[in-house]
């Protein structure tokens, strides 16, 4: 595996968009939903550097199993707990992919009527984008690569890594 991230780059991109966050909201309350499970730290580490009163809610929702590509449909195994309505939600997603995954989970969250819907991502990988979607809070960009770490699996390994890496090809196959 290949670093692409570091942990200061994380923490530095984590503050950033904590300081948009805040900016926007100025003050008012909250409800970050993080989508279980490869966001979990990176929301723990957002929620840490937000002044705002802020919530969190928990969805689950797969699209990939144990696979490397997206299965082209979603299903939600833990819905959140918390109404919504009238609500500032900010969705916080650990990457975005093919953009399925995010596009259902607006979706879905606009029809129960939030007061603002945000989308906060750690990474926004556009090459094999599906669907029409971008995160209004991004902290890294890329093109195209499979990456694990800081909360991000492949086959639910690799979660606990500090740092991000791109999955060589040869790895894929171990």
Do not use: H, Q, W
């Not at 595996?1 to 968009?17: C, H, P, Q, Y």
């Not at 969190?56 to 449909?73: E, H, I, L, P, Q």
């Not at 086959?155 to 060589?168: G, H, M, Q, S």
């Amino acid at each position: 595996m290949k670093k692409l991230f570091s942990k200061e780059e994380i923490g530095n991109a984590v503050k950033r968009l904590a300081s948009l966050i805040e900016k926007d909201f100025e003050g008012e309350d909250i409800l970050f939903v993080c989508l279980l499970r490869g966001s979990f730290m990176f929301t723990s580490d957002l929620l840490r550097c937000i002044r705002n009163p802020s919530r969190v809610d928990f969805m689950r929702v797969a699209s990939y199993g144990n696979g490397m590509s997206s299965k082209g449909s979603i299903s939600v195994t833990k819905d959140l707990e918390e109404d919504i309505k009238g609500k500032n939600v900010v969705i916080v997603e650990d990457i975005i992919d093919s953009g399925i995954t995010l596009s259902s989970v607006r979706d879905l969250f606009r029809a129960r009527k939030p007061k603002a819907l945000k989308i906060c991502a750690l990474v926004d990988k556009r090459a094999r984008r599906k669907v029409e979607i971008e995160g209004d809070y991004v902290g890294f960009t890329i093109d195209d690569g499979f990456i694990v770490g800081y909360g991000i699996d492949y086959a639910e390994l690799y979660r606990n890594l500090p740092e991000i890496y791109v999955v060589e090809e040869n790895e894929k196959t171990r």
